[in-house]
């Protein structure tokens, strides 16, 4: 999940938002998962709903990328313009069964097929949408990422120089189909896969509507946003949780008035989930923390309880102020201090001593972003902080992730004693409501 402000557009996002939300249908129930839930019933607006249609993925960054699909190809001028991008003229049709490899130069788009490697088609146009034409699906593939299908179409986006950002475009309920499936174990109780579809859903829902913070994609498709795998990660599990739960949301507000909210979610919260206020500056009834004593029993060795990390003072600096450039002006940091401490037991903002004799606050949860690394994890900001002179010693660590939300192990736990899928997000929601979107 990402740190992101809530822009000025906010509130016109999510007056929309609104409209849409509290149009509300009857609640669908798979099964006997979802009985009776209270829910809004105002209808107003539900003509609203056909907004919700696509969602956009940023893939990738590159200077060079191949794609293919089995049927036509049409590739169309794409305007980008606030908020979205729409596409006008098509620009060529080509060929199923081929590979073309597609690059920028000098403002052009220059696309190589593989047979016919002389005869480049060149598309003018600062950014192209690339669209199968007969089964919705297109691979692609860059030098570092080996073929992959997805659903949708392809936008690419100039940037200066020859470098180009790759965004998959598609229908929101298709995106859900590689998101569940890349968040959660595909061997998990169905309820858990039904608690991560609505939440998965939710959270880019407000990602499309309240948080335009880039106006050519809406996520990025790893746990920045959500992960997501495209079609090669789909399993049958999970498309059937996010099918029996299509539409659905988690809101919160008065009846009629519901609002979306970003419905955080993390791996492992270490028994008590963190308030949102801490990490994402959020502050909502269903992100405020609740105990969590399910994930103890299920969660992988070295994750519920991690082991003692240490770092030395001089590359901690380094790595902090490699991430947070505007606290170079510190020198080396020598010392941090805790601010506070959440009810949780997490630390939530510290404050940096520098050489140079100024100061500087953080937050916890960015501090633990700018020194963790893959050789010395710090899983969260649940750790007991102590200092040999040389090094930080990040001991007693709890937990995997930020925390905020859901707890998905946890929720797996409560699914193998019998709980269902709206008892799991009462349990981490509290005072959310389940309602049908669209
Ligand atoms: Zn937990």
């Given at each position: 999940m990402t740190l992101k402000y809530i822009p000025k557009y906010y509130w016109i996002a999510a007056s929309v938002l609104l409209a849409v939300v509290v149009a509300l249908v009857s609640c669908y129930?798979?099964?006997?998962?979802?009985?009776?839930?209270?829910?809004?019933?105002?209808?107003?607006?539900?003509?609203?709903?056909k907004l919700i249609t696509n969602v956009r993925i940023l893939l990738d960054t590159t200077e060079s990328v191949d794609f293919y699909s089995s049927g036509l190809l049409e590739i169309r001028q794409l305007e980008s313009r606030w908020p979205n991008a729409r596409t006008s003229a098509v620009l060529a049709t080509l060929p199923g069964g081929v590979t073309y490899k597609i690059k920028n130069s000098a403002g052009q788009w220059i696309i190589a097929d593989s047979h016919k490697p002389q005869s480049n088609i060149i598309?003018?146009?600062?950014?192209?949408?690339?669209?199968?034409?007969?089964d919705n699906t297109i691979s692609y593939s860059t030098a570092n990422r080996k073929r992959s299908a997805y659903r949708g179409s392809m936008r690419l986006f100039a940037k200066a120089g020859p470098k180009f950002y790759v965004v998959n475009a598609l229908d929101m309920e298709d995106y859900l189909l590689g998101v569940v499936s890349s968040e959660s174990y595909s061997s998990w109780n169905m309820?858990?896969?039904r608690a991560q579809a609505i939440i998965a859903r939710t959270y880019a829902l407000y990602q499309r509507f309240c948080d335009n913070a880039h106006y050519k994609w809406d996520m990025q498709a790893t746990q920045a946003s959500q992960a997501y795998g495209g079609i090669a990660k789909e399993t049958s599990r999970a498309s059937q949780a996010v099918r029996e739960t299509a539409g659905i949301v988690l809101a919160f507000g008065e009846p009629g008035q519901e609002k979306l909210f970003p419905t955080y979610y993390s791996a492992i919260c270490g028994g008590h989930t963190q308030d949102a206020s801490a990490v994402f500056n959020e502050n909502l009834t269903p992100l405020k923390g609740v105990p969590c004593p399910y994930c103890k029993s299920i969660a992988p060795a070295g994750r519920y309880q991690w082991k003692t990390v240490s770092i030395s003072k001089k590359v901690a600096s380094q790595r902090i102020i490699q991430r947070y450039p505007s606290l170079a002006g510190l020198g080396q940091i020598n010392q941090i201090e805790i601010e506070s401490i959440a009810n949780s037991g997490r630390l939530e903002s510290v404050k940096l001593y520098g050489s140079t004799g100024r100061t500087a606050n953080l937050k916890a949860s960015e501090l633990r972003l700018a020194i963790t690394t893959a050789e010395n994890p710090v899983l969260s900001s649940w750790y007991k902080l102590t200092d040999d002179g040389k090094n930080w010693i990040f001991s007693n660590g709890r937990g995997w992730g930020h925390g905020v939300g859901l707890c998905q192990w946890g929720s797996q736990q409560m699914a193998i004693m019998g709980k269902n899928s709206v008892q799991i997000l009462n349990h981490y929601y509290p005072e959310a409501t389940l309602i049908k979107a669209y």
């Open positions: 129930l798979p099964e006997s998962d979802l009985p009776g839930y209270p829910h809004a019933t105002n209808k107003n607006a539900l003509g609203n709903a598309a003018h146009s600062q950014h192209i949408e690339i669209s199968p034409l007969s309820p858990t896969l």
